[in-house]
C-alpha cells in the first residue's frame, strides 16, 4: 500500500516524497494465499507541502471473479527532494466528478487529522475519570511486553534508502501480534491500525528496536502499542535512540469454530501504563466514531453533538451533501431572479438544491457567508 501510494505522489510532485502519516486502516476482509490483490492509488489534493493519497485495496477470487474490499485508507505524503528543503506542490488537475469530490472532502480529512492530537487529549482526560482500572483478576499488562530488534537491510528500504513505511508496519504487526496472543492463546486477527505518523526517518544500516506491549482489552478486541526507536552505529553505542514511530493496533481473536473470543481484563503496573491504559480508551472513543462517521453508515454513535465529535460530523454533513449534489438526475424546476432551484428524486427521497449566483470579490463573500446574521445582506427572499 505504501509504495504504490508513494509512487502516486511521486508522479504528481515529481519529487521523492515520504509518509507522513496514515489515518485509521480499518481491515474489513482478509486477503488470502490465490487471491489476485489490487492496489489503486490516487493524488486526492496537493496542499502546501504535502497531499493526501487515496489507497483503495481490493481482493478478487480467481475461481468467482468476487471482489471485496480489503481497505480503503489515506494517507499523506510530503514532497522531499534528497538532500534538500521541502518543495511546494502543484494543485491536482481534477478530470472527473469523481475527482472534485475527493478534492473536496480532502480538506475536511485533513481537519481530523491535524486536530487529532486535541481531541485525543480531550478524551484522555474524561477517560481518567471514568476508568479506574481496578479490577480483581486482572491480568498484568507488564505479561504481554515483547521486544524485537531488526537490521535494516537493502530490500527494506525504498530506492532513497529510507526504511519503508510499510515495511515497519509489517515489523510492527509481528511484535504486536505475539504481544496480543499472550492473552488469548490463538493467532490474533488485525482489524486496525490507529492513525499514525512518522515522526522521523530510518535507512538502511540502522538497527530498529520494536517495544510492543497491551494497553488495554474491550471484551472481543485488544490494543497493542508499540513504539519504534531507531539507531545507527554510533547510536547504537551510546545508546541514544531516536523515536521514529509510535502506533496503536487492534486485534480480535476467533477459536476454532470462528466465534470471536473473549479477552480477559488487564491491569496495569506503572504511572506509563496508566496513561496507555486510558489512551486506548480515547482512541476507541474517536475510532469507533470515526469509523461510522466518516462511512457515513450505519448507527451514528449517541453523542454525536459532543464537542470532540465536531469535526468528524462536520465531515459527514459535507461528505454526506457532497455526494448527493454530485448524483446525475438533477433537474431544474425553477428560475427566478438569478435563484434556481433543482431537485432530484431517487425512490422515496426528493432533495432539492438552491442555487444562486452573486458577483462579488471572493473575500467578501467569506465574509457574507461566515456569519449568519449577515444573510439578509445577500438574500432577498430570506424570512
Ligand atoms: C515508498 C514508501 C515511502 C516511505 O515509506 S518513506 C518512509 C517512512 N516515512 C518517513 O521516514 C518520514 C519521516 N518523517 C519525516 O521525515 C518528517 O517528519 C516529515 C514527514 C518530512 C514532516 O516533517 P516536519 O518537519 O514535521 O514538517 P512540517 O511540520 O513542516 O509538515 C510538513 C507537512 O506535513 C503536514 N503534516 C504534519 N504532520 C502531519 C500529520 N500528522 N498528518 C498529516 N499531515 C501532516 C503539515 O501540515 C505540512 O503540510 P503542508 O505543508 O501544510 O501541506
Redesign the pocket.
Known amino acids: 500500500m505504501?509504495?504504490a501510494a508513494?509512487l502516486a505522489a511521486e508522479k504528481h510532485a515529481g519529487v521523492s516524497?515520504?509518509?507522513?502519516?496514515m489515518d485509521d486502516i480499518q481491515f474489513e476482509e482478509a486477503a488470502r494465499v490465490g487471491q489476485i490483490i489490487s492496489i489503486r492509488t490516487k493524488v486526492n489534493r496537493a496542499?502546501?507541502?504535502?497531499m493526501e493519497v487515496g489507497i483503495k485495496v481490493t481482493v478478487q477470487d480467481v475461481l468467482t471473479n468476487a471482489e471485496k474490499i480489503v481497505s480503503v485508507a489515506y494517507a499523506?505524503y510530503?514532497a522531499?527532494p534528497v538532500d534538500a528543503g521541502?518543495v511546494e506542490l502543484k494543485p491536482v488537475e481534477l478530470l472527473s466528478a469523481e475527482d472534485h469530490l475527493e478534492h473536496t472532502l480532502a480538506i475536511e480529512r485533513?481537519r481530523i487529522?491535524?486536530g487529532?492530537v486535541q481531541v485525543f487529549q480531550k478524551l484522555m482526560q474524561e477517560s481518567n475519570k471514568e476508568d479506574t482500572c481496578e479490577e480483581k483478576d486482572a491480568v498484568s499488562t507488564e505479561h504481554t511486553h515483547v521486544q524485537s530488534t531488526e537490521l535494516v537491510l537493502p530490500p527494506h528500504a525504498?530506492h532513497h534508502g529510507?526504511?519503508?513505511?510499510?515495511q515497519?508496519m509489517a515489523w510492527m504487526q509481528t511484535v504486536a501480534s505475539i504481544s496480543a496472543s499472550r492473552l488469548c492463546r490463538s493467532h490474533p486477527i488485525l482489524k486496525s491500525v490507529n492513525m499514525f505518523?512518522?515522526?522521523?526517518?530510518?535507512f538502511v544500516g540502522d538497527r530498529l528496536v520494536f517495544n510492543a506491549i497491551v494497553n488495554n482489552t474491550f471484551h472481543n478486541s485488544v490494543e497493542v502499542g508499540v513504539r519504534v526507536e531507531a539507531y545507527n552505529c554510533e547510536e547504537w553505542i551510546k545508546d541514544q535512540p531516536r523515536h521514529?514511530n509510535s502506533a496503536f493496533l487492534t486485534f480480535n481473536a476467533v477459536n476454532d469454530k470462528g466465534e470471536l473470543l473473549t479477552f480477559p481484563r488487564v491491569k496495569p503496573t506503572t504511572q506509563d501504563g496508566v496513561r496507555r491504559y486510558h489512551g486506548a480508551i480515547a482512541r476507541r472513543r474517536i475510532r469507533l466514531t470515526r469509523k461510522c462517521m466518516l462511512s457515513a453508515k450505519g448507527d451514528k454513535p449517541s453523542d454525536a453533538w459532543e464537542t470532540s465529535n465536531q469535526a468528524y460530523l462536520s465531515y459527514s454533513n459535507i461528505a454526506a451533501l457532497t455526494h448527493l449534489a454530485s448524483k446525475p438526475g438533477w433537474d431544474i424546476t425553477k428560475t427566478l431572479d438569478n435563484v434556481r432551484i433543482w431537485t432530484h428524486e431517487e425512490g422515496a427521497v426528493l432533495s432539492f438544491k438552491v442555487e444562486m449566483q452573486v458577483k462579488v470579490p471572493s473575500h467578501v463573500a467569506f465574509s457574507l457567508l461566515s456569519d449568519f446574521s449577515l444573510r439578509q445582506h445577500w438574500d432577498r427572499h430570506f424570512l
Open positions: 505504501d509504495a508513494c516524497c515520504v509518509t507522513a502519516s496542499f502546501k507541502t504535502s499523506t510530503v522531499k521541502k485533513r487529522r491535524l487529532y525504498n529510507n526504511t519503508f513505511g510499510g515497519i505518523k512518522f515522526w522521523g526517518p530510518s521514529i
